[in-house]
T-cell receptor, first 113, second 109 residues
């Protein structure tokens, strides 16, 4: 693989179900990010990680959790999905957290019914 | 609060020049980014400015005025493939990116 991959590409989910969106990068970047993008709104940061083993909350963290067990992987979990979590989710990475040229994955389109 | 403002949509003609403006208000400032996003795709990096002035990169140039909280992206010799959304993002004192909603650029033949 080259760059950042996300899985699944798209998913339809029943409300109340648990879902994990996967993100893997092979660039050995220290920092990783999860965003959601909704029509008419800018990218909104959900959670971030500046280095393996650490995570932080972004602008809209409620209902989401993340982990960063190693450099390459940064999964995002919705513990109990709700319709307002219908969105396109982008994972991104950057060399570190101080200079933010971010590289984005292809996105996951999630629909919660 | 932190805020980024940019026009929602602009239209331009193939071969022409277009300027997309962005104003920002952030808690601290550590640079201004422009990204391009084609419909249904991920954003891709275009430019970064941290000092006042113009940065030129081929057909694309980006300008920053820190005192005015203002940036613009200038696209020259427009091509149909430039039809996309252009996202302005300012990096705050915590090095987090604050994103604008994007400007959808429509290129007409």
């Amino acid at each position: 693989i080259a760059g950042i991959t996300q899985a699944p590409t798209s998913q339809i989910l029943a409300a109340g179900r648990r879902m994990t969106l996967r993100c893997t990068q092979d660039m050995r970047h220290n920092a990783m990010y999860w965003y959601r993008q909704d029509l008419g709104l800018g990218l909104r940061l959900i959670h971030y990680s500046n280095t393996a083993g650490t995570t932080g909350k972004g602008e809209v963290p409620d209902g989401y959790s993340v982990s960063r067990a190693n450099t390459d992987d940064f999964p995002l979990t919705l513990a109990s999905a709700v319709p307002s979590q219908t969105s396109v989710y982008f994972c991104a990475s950057s060399v570190d957290g101080s200079y933010n040229e971010q590289f984005f994955g292809p996105g996951t389109r999630l629909t919660v019914l | 609060g932190q805020n980024i403002d940019q026009p929602t949509e602009m239209t331009a003609t193939e071969g022409a020049i277009v300027q997309i403006n962005c104003t920002y208000q952030t808690s601290g400032f550590n640079g201004l980014f422009w990204y391009q996003q084609h419909a249904g795709e991920a954003p891709t990096f275009l430019s970064y400015n941290v000092l006042d002035g113009l940065e030129e990169k081929g057909r694309f140039s980006s300008f920053l005025s820190r005192s005015k909280g203002y940036s613009y992206l200038l696209l020259k010799e427009l091509q149909m493939k430039d039809s996309a959304s252009y996202l302005c993002a300012a990096q705050d004192s915590n090095y987090q990116l604050i994103w604008g909603a994007g400007t959808k650029l429509i290129i007409k033949p």
